[in-house]
C-alpha cells in the first residue's frame, strides 16, 4: 500500500513503493504527465509480477469458490471491406500494417507472454486481415503520442484516447470505458453510492480515485490498478476504483468477485490516422461499421470480458 501525501488521500507529486519513487499520474488528462511516468509505471508492473503470483490461490480460498469454466469465443472474421488510395495501397505493397498502441492496459492491450494481446491487438488484427496484410504492433505510450499525432513508422494509432489527444483522423468509437466497482459478490456494492465509508483500494492518479473520494470512501492508494484489484481479493479493501475493462475481466477471471460497471466518464477507444490519410480513415470507418453490424466487435467484447 501506498502512503497518502496529500488531504484528499492521493499523493500530490509521488508514491513512495518498495523504496522507489514512482511518479504521479494526472486524472484531468487521462494519462501519464510524461514519458518518465510511463517508464516508472511500466518498472512497477514488471517488481510487482513476483507478488501477483500468489493472488489467484489466496483469493480462492477467500472467496471460497473453485475455479469457473470458461470458453473463450473465437476471433470473429475479418471485414470484407473494399478500400483503395495511396495510404492503402501503400500498406498492400508492403504487406504490413503498423499499429501503434500502448501495451500497459491489459486486458485492452498488453504482453501476455512476450507476445502482444488484447482487444485492442484482436481489432487491429482483424483490420490488418482485412487488407490481407499482416500486422505488427508497436509498444508506444500514449504520454508520446498526446498532442504530437500518430508516431512516424506507424500507420494508426488504437486505444483509449478523449478527442483532441492524439491529432488525426479519429474514427468513431469502437468501445466506450468508464470506470467500474469491483467488490465480493456476496457482499456486493452496486453504486458509487454504497462506497461511502468503505474502505476502497484505487490507483495512485487514477480516474478511480476521484469517482472513490467523490462517494465519500477512505482511500487505499496503491501503485497500480491490478494492486487495487488485488485487496479486494484478498481482503484487505471492501471495494476497488478502475477501469471498466480492467475491472470486468478481473472479476471474470475471479470467482466470487462482481464488478460494476457504467461509473464515472466515458472515454471513447478509437483508432486513429495521419491526417493525410482520408483513404485509410474511410476503410477504418467503414470495416469497423461492418463489425458492429455484423456482431464482431461483440464478440470480440465477449472475447476480454467486456
Known amino acids: ?3 497518502c501525501g496529500s488531504s484528499n488521500g492521493i499523493p500530490e507529486s509521488a508514491a513512495r513503493i518498495g523504496g522507489t519513487s514512482v511518479p504521479c499520474l494526472d486524472p484531468e488528462r487521462g494519462g501519464f504527465v510524461t514519458h518518465r511516468c510511463a517508464r516508472a509505471a511500466r518498472a512497477a508492473r514488471r517488481r510487482f509480477r513476483m507478488y501477483r503470483a500468489a493472488v489467484p490461490v489466496l483469493a480462492l480460498l477467500l472467496v471460497g469458490c473453485g475455479p469457473r469454466a470458461a ?3 473465437p476471433m470473429p472474421n475479418a471485414p470484407r471491406v473494399a478500400a483503395s488510395g495511396p495510404t492503402v495501397d501503400r ?3 508492403e504487406g504490413v500494417m503498423r499499429v501503434a498502441a500502448d501495451l500497459s492496459y491489459p486486458p485492452m492491450a498488453y504482453r501476455r507472454d512476450g507476445t502482444p494481446a488484447g482487444f ?5 488484427t482483424l483490420l490488418a486481415a482485412s487488407l490481407g496484410v499482416r ?4 509498444d508506444t505510450p500514449l504520454s508520446t503520442m498526446a498532442g504530437v499525432g500518430v508516431p512516424a513508422g506507424a500507420d494508426a494509432v488504437l486505444g483509449g484516447i478523449p478527442e483532441g489527444v492524439v ?4 474514427s468513431g468509437p469502437y468501445y466506450v470505458s468508464r470506470q467500474a466497482i469491483l467488490s465480493i459478490a456476496r457482499r456486493a456494492v452496486e453504486s458509487p453510492r454504497g462506497l461511502r465509508g468503505l474502505h476502497v483500494a484505487v490507483a495512485v492518479g487514477g480516474r478511480g480515485a476521484a469517482v472513490a473520494r467523490d462517494a465519500g470512501a477512505i482511500l487505499d492508494v496503491t501503485a497500480l490498478p491490478e494492486q487495487a484489484l488485488d485487496e479486494v481479493a484478498l481482503g484487505r479493501a471492501q471495494a476497488a476504483v478502475a477501469d471498466a475493462p480492467l475491472v470486468f475481466n478481473y472479476a471474470a477471471e475471479h470467482p466470487g468477485l462482481r464488478a460494476t460497471g457504467g461509473v464515472g466518464a466515458p472515454v471513447p477507444f478509437v483508432v486513429v490516422v495521419p491526417r493525410e490519410a482520408h483513404d485509410l480513415a474511410t476503410f477504418v470507418s467503414a470495416a469497423l461499421h461492418d463489425l458492429d453490424r455484423d456482431g464482431g466487435l ?3 467484447r465477449a472475447r476480454w470480458h467486456l
Open 298 to 300: 461483440a464478440q470480440l
Open 167 to 170: 491529432p488525426g483522423l479519429s
Open 120 to 124: 485492442d491487438v484482436d481489432l487491429a
Open 1 to 3: 500500500m501506498v502512503g
Open 71 to 73: 470458453q473463450t469465443p
Open 91 to 93: 500498406i498492400r505493397h
Open 135 to 138: 500486422l505488427r504492433v508497436i
